[in-house]
Nanobody, 128 residues
Framework: QVQLVESKGGSVQAGGSLRLSCKLS????????LAWFRQAAGKEREWVAR???????KYTGAVDNRFYISEDDASNTLYLQMNSLKPEETAMYYC??????????????????????WGQGTQVTVSS
């Protein structure tokens, strides 16, 4: 089992920045792929970014060059730096981890079903 606890999100104006964090605990040695997802009201949960081996990252096209995923092994914390935020990015943001390294190696979008453990979610609101 892996436990994930996310930091509180927040509210920003369009163009602003926020950094989310996600603290991992438990059987973290089984974690091979880490990711962030988001879910807007009335929409399906969508993959945002993933990281494996500390530095191999990939992003969904909508956030490329604006969002940055990173991890700190010393503190077992996953981060998502979000810049130039847009109102349409208002959503609940979730961190997630899985124990299959192949998930983080595949091309294309990742699915929520590919991840085994989830944070509680944190609200990000972007006003225009």
């Amino acid at each position: 089992q892996v436990q994930l606890v996310e930091s509180k999100g927040g509210s920003v104006q369009a163009g602003g920045s926020l950094r989310l964090s996600c603290k991992l605990s438990g059987n973290i040695y089984s974690v091979k792929c880490l990711a962030w997802f988001r879910q807007a009201a009335g929409k399906e949960r969508e993959w945002v970014a993933r990281i494996r081996d500390g530095s191999l990252t990939k992003y969904t096209g909508a956030v490329d060059n604006r969002f940055y995923i990173s991890e700190d092994d010393a503190s077992n914390t996953l981060y998502l730096q979000m810049n130039s935020l847009k109102p349409e990015e208002t959503a609940m943001y979730y961190c997630a981890v899985g124990n299959d390294a192949r998930v983080c190696s595949q091309e294309g979008k990742l699915g929520a079903h590919q991840f085994h453990f989830w944070g509680q979610g944190t609200q990000v609101t972007v006003s225009s």
